[in-house]
């Protein structure tokens, strides 16, 4: 690929990419990821993106991680990975781990079985571990994080991808539908399937960075603070559309 923009890459990025010429990377097609596989590509790495396509998966997720690849010419390897399992699907407080686990796992294994021995993903060091129980599987199965070992927050990570013109630089932070339940209640795959229609229905009238959060009975819609005032504009019209999916559907406090 053309090298292009190169000097907006930290040197602590661009040491690691010097040092770790094949790579395998954990691929969520979330802003962090992107930017590690873009400047990989630019560097000349030989790097593998692996997308786990699992039921917490959205479907536009996984439109956009192959056009994202298709636009710097890879293809992503999809694993798929059954995470409906008993210690998930209870959706206790270890739930975050337990599938990040069965996760990261797979993607490692598909990783070493294809020749690529180190594995990295796009945590960044504005991510809290204590408030992501999920990264500490990271550590337990030796997966590096260049953009958090860098320094590279979140907010580098949006500035630096603008200025390199990198695709879905302002997508909005987004999280598993497994997420979208309320903790404490058992996920089935009926809640997902209404969390995810209810929120396709949402973003095709404009809305992004919200989120649609069930027991199975009832929802709560949560929009962006800059989003919130439209959103009171046309909330009849948005509740109508998806309560066919649940008996009650509220607006919640708005999100930062």
Not at 32 to 49: E, M, Q
Not at 206 to 235: I, K, P
């Amino acid at each position: 690929m053309e090298d292009t923009n190169l000097g907006l890459i930290p040197g602590g990025l661009v040491r690691f990419f010097e040092e770790n010429r094949k790579v395998a990377l954990c691929f969520s097609g979330g802003t962090d990821s992107c930017l590690l596989l873009y400047v990989a590509r630019h560097l000349g790495v030989d790097i593998l993106p692996i997308f786990a396509d699992t039921v917490f998966s959205k479907s536009r997720d996984r439109e956009w991680v192959t056009e994202f690849c298709a636009e710097i010419d890879l293809e992503p390897v999809m694993v798929h990975v059954d995470v409906m399992v008993p210690d998930v699907v209870s959706n206790g407080p270890e739930r975050c781990r337990h599938c990040k686990m069965a996760i990261m796992s797979a993607m490692v294994s598909e990783a070493y079985g294809r020749g690529y021995g180190t594995v990295i993903d796009g945590t960044n060091a504005s991510d809290d571990e204590s408030q992501r129980p999920g990264m500490k599987v990271l550590g337990e199965l030796g997966i590096s994080s260049p953009l958090r070992y860098s320094g590279i927050t979140k907010a580098d990570v949006r500035r630096i991808s603008h200025a390199m013109g990198i695709p879905g630089w302002d997508r909005h932070s987004d999280s598993c539908l497994a997420t979208r339940v309320i903790p404490g209640v058992a996920i089935t795959s009926e809640m997902l399937g209404q969390v995810e229609r209810s929120e396709a229905i949402i973003g095709s009238m404009g809305f992004s960075g919200f989120r649609v959060r069930t027991d199975g009975d009832h929802a709560e819609v949560r929009f962006h603070t800059s989003q919130q005032d439209r959103a009171l504009d046309v909330w009849d019209d948005i509740r109508a559309a998806i309560e066919p999916y649940f008996n009650e559907v509220v607006m919640g406090e708005p999100r930062s």
